[in-house]
């Protein structure tokens, strides 16, 4: 038999204040005793009895009223759940009034959970209709194409080498779409220990520039590097490496007339700072707060013809996120396009000066 907490918890408070009465009627009593007469006995004993009695009763009514009004909260946060439980999509949130307790901070934090919850099952909702969606034209090629060689097509080379072609061409771009959701999944499920990892700024820089530098001869590259010697960062080196490339290979891809790109790196006493700057097609204002979704393209055709998924940017942000570091854009609409990265560095240990002499002494 289900008894309700609203009882359980009126009936233990109620007794415990019967009993501590009980307590102090007893020691009273005993006092009384020894100095009063017999029909003053008596008639302290009528009134404690009937004092009891009242002190119970009021006893019950407060606790209950008590109880009450905390289940009341705690029914409100449960038919929340309830109504969240029967329509996960809801935006349903648990309301009470602003106040100084642990019931309202409960309530707070349950309201950020729910959000966050609501935003990773909305964040997850998209990416399986986007992949879809992508994933549906490369197949659709690849199905008309195979129809019409089935048919007669095979039987004339121009067509067959042309659908050959355009088959390829689908099948690799479905293989940069699987190998970018792979690598976003990673990112998601980063192993702790790459988050312990170093990496020293100034030979990687250098190594990409150079690799930059001998896969794009037509284009001039500024590197601009203003990076102090031995500066280290805390990151993994392949996932700092991946990042510069996706903002390179995003300035490449989308200049226009003006082969021309800048990169510039600088440490200061705390933070790398990184700038990838073209001066390409640009991004228009809009645009700009949506190009760090997943599958988020300016221009969905342009960006199919350059081999884009719109998902390079979106790794990026979430990588540099991850290493408790930013990543932002500004852009101009025919000027060009400048990301901007800061990293935190590793702080040097500074070794006490009189604490390396104790030690070289002991060496000695």
Known sequence: MRISIRFKWTALISVVILLAYIFVGVLAMRTVQSVASVNEIHSFTTKLIIGGVVVFILGVLVSFYAVT???NDLKKINRTIDDLNKKPDSDSRIK?????DEIYDLTVNINKMLDR???YTNQQKEFVEDVSHELRTPVAVLEGHLSMLQRWGKDDPEVLNDSINSSLQELKRMQSLIQEMLDLTRVEQIDSAYLEQKTEVKPLFTQVYNDFKMLHPDFVINF???IREGSEVKIYRNHLEQVLVILLDNAFKYSADRKEINLAA???SALLEVVVQDYGLGIAKNDLKRIFNRFY???KARSRKRGGNGLGLSIAKRLIEIYHGSLEVESVVGSG???KIELPLVQPV????????DNETKVK
């Open 266 to 268: 600088s440490t200061n």
């Open 69 to 71: 009004l905390v289940l």
């Open 96 to 100: 009470l009034r602003k106040r100084n």
């Open 350 to 357: 500074i070794k006490d000066e009189q604490t390396e002499k």
């Open 117 to 119: 919850m609501q935003a």
């Open 224 to 226: 601009d590097d203003d």
């Open 297 to 299: 393209r300016v221009d």
């Open 337 to 339: 396009t400048v990301f």
